[in-house]
């Protein structure tokens, strides 16, 4: 079973207004990592949050973990319709800092002009 | 190079054919691992070489699939007697010692279908 849950599934806004996604997952981890798939290709990274940080802010994103809810949200301010892709959270369960990824099934959104 | 590099892009293959998708990661990133993704489905772990070490081979999903890794750099994964349920998109990423700070650099993927 995937170790991240996102929700929604699905999202469709209009440029400008914000983005938020949410990400479960089930055991301890070590980070928590959000990346972006377009066309579904290769996906992008986009940012990365240790477990003992709470936020991160990169550009227009801006994360939150909160791991005694095993949660996270990633929010996309402003948004484009360059940002209509899927977004994916993964998380880091190694011990060490060579670990795999487990993704979940991931947000499809839809910005529209 | 630059990025990840996979190759083919596309692979079209009747069943029962054997396969095989190659991955040139990024020089020096020691962490090399396969995904595949279903249409509109997350990511499904297959592999992961780290090193030296011997490979994390727990999410290869048959006896079909194999993957290698030479000389620390190119990776292939091999599929033996292709089934239609093998038809996906295969990712490879790579990622430098400390994935703590860098996270995973994507390929674009091979397209695998099998008719």
């Known amino acids: 079973s995937q170790q991240g849950e996102e929700d929604p599934q699905a999202l469709s806004i209009q440029e400008g207004e914000n983005a938020t996604m949410n990400c479960s997952y089930k055991?301890?981890?070590?980070?928590l990592q959000w990346y972006r798939q377009n066309s579904g290709r290769g996906l992008v990274h986009l940012i990365l949050?240790?477990?003992?940080?709470r936020e991160k802010h990169s550009g227009r994103l801006r994360v939150t973990l909160d791991t005694s809810k095993k949660s996270s949200s990633l929010l996309i301010t402003a948004s484009r319709a360059a940002d209509t892709a899927s977004y994916f959270c993964?998380?880091?369960?190694?011990?060490?800092?060579?670990?795999?990824?487990?993704f979940g099934a991931g947000t499809q959104v839809v910005v529209t002009p | 190079g630059a990025g990840v590099s996979q190759s083919p892009s596309n692979k079209v293959t009747e069943k029962g054919k054997d396969v095989e998708l190659r991955c040139d990661p990024i020089?020096?990133?020691?962490?090399l691992y396969w995904y595949r993704q279903s249409l509109g489905q997350g990511l499904e772990f297959l592999i992961y070489?780290?090193?030296?070490?011997?490979?994390?081979k727990s999410g290869l999903p048959s006896d079909r699939f194999s993957a290698e890794r030479t000389g620390g750099s190119v990776s292939t994964l091999t599929i033996q007697r292709t089934q239609q349920e093998d038809s996906a998109v295969y990712l490879c990423?790579?990622?430098?010692?400390?994935?703590?700070?860098?996270?995973?650099?994507f390929g674009s993927g091979t397209r695998l279908t099998v008719v």
């Open positions: 020089s020096g990133h020691t962490a």
């Open positions: 949050i240790r477990s003992n940080e």
């Open positions: 990423a790579s990622s430098p010692r400390d994935t703590l700070l860098y996270g995973y650099t």
């Open positions: 993964a998380t880091d369960r190694s011990t060490d800092s060579w670990g795999k990824l487990q």
């Open positions: 055991t301890s981890i070590n980070n």
């Open positions: 070489f780290q090193g030296n070490s011997a490979p994390d």
